[in-house]
């Protein structure tokens, strides 16, 4: 039974954890440091002041608004801190107060900088993905569900899979049909979900993505050559891999 204490104690900490990723997801990509300077107005560029600073909570006494200028702050920042917080719940209720919940959380955290990154720029930074590989596939150790021989099958199937799909798109249609950023994402995932999390998660990302896709298309009156970031729906599918892959993979055997 995990306590109260310890509950909002995590929720609290993953809403740190998610302010720090709106650094990353808005620095990253402008290859500039998410260390210095510290944070500061979009508006004004005013430094915010530490009490300005904490996570929901000032976004909700400032009412979304900078306290110097009074432009308008998004909304989307105090929503990552919320799900990042959320998600550092579901770690902790998925796997206990355990090394696996907070190397799991560390995951998630990865996955949801990405996902934002590659909807606003399209891209998938190597800065995060390479180092990611042997980070990940470290990580993998604590994971009681996979062994380092399914992590590295994991890298050589994510990321192999991917390009050969992104070879044969090329060679067929002579244009590039997939970025070289969703191989080395995948293969980031293949090291922490094993070979196994990595079939999953093409099926899923491309039932998902067809499906949303085709859907925006209609709805935007696009054409089949619209670009769609694919990196969110890889997200989608190891992460929900990590949580219930395994009954869903049981459920669909089930059926045939």
């Known amino acids: 039974m995990i306590s109260l204490t310890i509950t909002l104690t995590i929720f609290f900490y993953g809403l740190c954890v998610g302010s720090f990723l709106n650094v990353c997801i808005y620095r ?143 060679r067929v249609t002579g244009k590039a049909g997939m970025g070289g950023g969703d191989i080395k994402l995948l293969g980031m995932m293949g090291a922490f979900i094993g070979w196994q999390g990595v079939l999953f998660t093409i099926f899923f990302s491309s039932l998902t993505g067809s499906v949303i896709g085709l859907s925006i298309m209609l709805i935007q009156k696009g054409n089949m050559k619209m670009a769609i970031p694919y990196g969110p729906f890889l997200a989608a599918g190891a992460l929900t891999y990590t949580l219930c892959g395994s009954r869903l993979i049981g459920w669909y055997l089930g059926l045939l």
């Open 28 to 170: 990253v990509p402008l290859s500039r440091s998410i260390v210095r300077p510290g944070s500061s107005c979009p508006s004004c560029a005013s430094p915010i002041r530490w009490y300005d600073n904490i996570p929901v909570l000032s976004f909700l006494i400032l009412r979304g608004r900078c306290r110097n200028c009074r432009g308008q702050v998004s909304f989307r920042y105090p929503a990552i801190e919320m799900l990042t917080g959320c998600f550092a719940l579901i770690a902790l209720f998925a796997f206990g107060l355990s090394i696996n919940a907070l190397v799991h959380f560390i995951f998630f955290s990865v996955l949801i900088t990405l996902t934002f990154i590659d909807i606003d720029h399209r891209i998938i930074p190597d800065v995060i993905s390479l180092p990611g590989i042997p980070l990940f596939f470290l990580l993998s150790l604590a994971v009681p569900t996979v062994t380092w021989q399914e992590s590295a099958l994991g890298i050589l199937a994510g990321g192999g899979s991917l390009w050969l799909v992104a070879w044969l798109y090329e």
